[in-house]
C-alpha cells in the first residue's frame, strides 16, 4: 500500500540545493527560504500545501526562493539545521531565511510553524507575512 506521495526527497543534496538557490538568489534579489521538514510529518504537509494553494501560495512565490531540506528522523541534514540556528528538537516544519549572500536573515528558534496543521491557512499566511516584512 503506497502512502502519499513524497514532499522532501530524502536523496537530495541539501547542501548543493541550497548553494543553487543562493545562486539564483543572487539574480533575482529574493531571499531564500529554507524548510525543513519530513515525508513522514503531517505539520509538514499542511505547510507545503499552503505554500502551493490558498493566500500563502502568491506571497510565498513572490517572497523567496524556496528550498527544502529533508531531515528524515531528526536523523538526516541535521548539520544543516544547526549552521542556520535552527533547533529541530523545537519541532519540524522549521525555517530559516537566508539573504542572497547567505547571511541568516530569520530561523524559527520557538518551533514557531511545528503546529501547522491548528495554524490552518491564515495562521501560515500571518506568519509569513510577518517574517516577509524584515527580509525585504
Not at 502512502?3 to 537530495?12: L, M, N
Not at 541539501?14 to 503531517?42: M, Y
Not at 502568491?58 to 544547526?82: C, Q, T, W, Y
Amino acid at each position: 500500500m503506497a502512502g502519499p506521495p513524497a514532499i522532501y526527497d530524502e536523496a537530495a543534496d541539501a547542501k548543493a540545493d541550497i548553494r543553487a538557490a543562493l545562486a539564483e538568489s543572487e539574480q533575482t534579489k529574493l531571499p531564500v527560504l529554507v524548510v525543513f521538514g519530513a515525508n513522514w510529518c503531517g505539520d509538514c504537509r499542511m505547510l507545503d500545501a499552503t505554500f502551493k494553494t490558498g493566500p500563502s501560495a502568491p506571497l510565498i512565490a513572490k517572497s523567496f526562493k524556496v528550498v527544502k531540506v529533508d531531515v528524515g528522523r531528526f536523523d538526516h541534514n541535521v548539520d544543516i539545521a544547526e549552521r542556520y540556528r535552527v533547533p529541530l528538537k523545537k519541532g519540524i516544519p522549521a525555517v530559516a531565511v537566508l539573504s542572497p549572500q547567505g547571511q541568516l536573515l530569520y530561523a524559527t528558534e520557538g518551533g514557531e510553524l511545528a503546529d501547522a496543521r491548528k495554524m490552518g491557512d491564515q495562521g501560515v499566511y500571518d506568519f509569513f507575512t510577518r517574517v516577509t516584512s524584515p527580509a525585504k
